[in-house]
């Protein structure tokens, strides 16, 4: 388990768009609409919501940079604000760049309690993907 502090914004959750639709013209002008809701693949991007917010020490980020180099492993991702209690089976989005950090301070760490912003991308996965 790693605990993040708080100020992550999850930035692309009301983005998703959880229906695929095309549509085309038959020749005599009728609209076909064909449609399908998607079973799993949510975008999740946890972000800090400004540069003073969602930092992670050091030591947590070199566990979670492990993490994201496991191969078929599936990880649970667990909300614990008042306000926010959901909970996810997510793998690490390796598409979009699973994670990016840079130091608070703009120089190397000197401690494993250092902190650094850090982006994370998860994908969403239902049961059976």
């Known amino acids: 388990t790693v605990s993040l502090e708080d100020g992550f914004l999850w930035s692309d959750e009301f ?3 959880a ?3 095309t549509q085309s ?3 005599d002008g009728t609209l076909h609409i064909q449609e399908g809701k998607k079973k799993s693949g949510r975008p999740i991007t946890l972000q800090p919501a400004d540069q003073e917010m969602g930092w992670i020490k050091l030591r947590e980020l070199r566990t979670v940079l492990e993490w994201s180099k496991l ?3 599936n990880f649970k991702l667990k909300f614990e604000q008042p306000h926010d209690n ?3 089976i997510v793998k690490f989005n390796h598409q979009d760049g699973a ?3 840079t130091p608070v301070k703009g ?3 000197v401690s494993m309690d250092d902190y650094y912003n850090v982006t994370l ?3 969403e996965l239902n049961d059976g993907d």
């Open 15 to 17: 983005s998703w768009k």
């Open 19 to 21: 229906i695929e639709q």
């Open 25 to 27: 013209y038959a020749m």
């Open 71 to 73: 191969q078929e492993e």
């Open 86 to 88: 959901r909970e996810f």
């Open 99 to 101: 994670l990016e950090a």
């Open 107 to 109: 120089i190397p760490a």
């Open 121 to 123: 991308r998860f994908t």
